[in-house]
């Protein structure tokens, strides 16, 4: 069985940092891509981040140069640290795992996905 678990959300203000972590047990997790995504209310599921079983990364425009995601393989571990947080990142962010494949690494193309974590950024 796969588990996906995310971690580290919270509430902060803007221009804070929180870092997030997720973590798989049940997968080669060397082996897959993985992601980060958000949901704010009332808008749609939008990628983040995601990093390849290679190591190469991939941000939305709104969140480069902010936002930086890294992989632990020994500890199954992604994770996602955000700098310079704003009103606007408020939402709840999943982290989702994949078998590696060639493209779609930034679309909903995900096998797996975490319950959430929710991310808050006070004015």
């Known amino acids: 069985q796969v588990h996906v678990v995310e971690s580290g959300g919270g509430l902060v203000q803007a221009g804070g940092s929180l870092r997030l972590s997720c973590t798989t047990s049940g997968r080669t997790f060397s082996s897959d891509d993985m992601g980060w995504f958000r949901q704010a209310p009332g808008k749609e599921r939008e990628f983040v981040a995601a990093?390849?079983?290679?190591?190469?990364?991939y941000y939305a425009d709104s969140v480069k140069g902010r936002f930086a995601i890294s992989r632990d393989n020994a500890k199954n571990t992604v994770s996602l640290q955000m700098n310079s947080l704003k009103p606007e990142d408020t939402a709840v962010y999943y982290c989702?795992?994949?078998?590696?494949?060639?493209?779609?690494?930034?679309?909903?193309?995900?096998?797996?996905w975490g319950q959430g974590t929710q991310v808050t950024v006070s004015s």
């Open positions: 990093i390849r079983w290679s190591s190469s990364t």
């Open positions: 989702a795992a994949r078998s590696a494949r060639i493209s779609g690494v930034t679309t909903n193309n995900y096998d797996y």
